[in-house]
């Protein structure tokens, strides 16, 4: 049972919505985003950042690093940030 993943980030749970169209700002067309993408690459080439990032559970699990593939230095700073704003 390695595999097992946490509810949150567990597509089964997903509610509409949280898979979503994005536009690119370069060329115009639309990039499916899932809401825990931090960010998607445009077949134009162009890197979109997911405007409704929403980690859900990796905001506060300690095990999000390990769980969430990659998680993102703004999301680690994030983190931080709210710890410090907490004590
Ligand atoms: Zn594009």
Request: include cysteine.
């Amino acid at each position: 049972m390695a595999d097992v993943k946490c509810p949150g980030q567990d597509t089964r749970y997903w509610k509409k919505g949280d898979i979503f169209d994005v536009r690119c700002p370069k060329c115009g067309k639309e990039v499916e985003f899932f809401k825990d993408d931090v960010r998607r690459r445009c077949k134009c080439g162009r890197t979109i950042v997911n405007p409704k990032l929403d980690l859900a559970c990796a905001e506060w699990c300690q095990h999000a690093e390990k769980c969430v593939d990659g998680l993102p230095a703004e999301l680690k700073a994030k983190k931080a940030e709210e710890k410090r704003k907490r004590k």
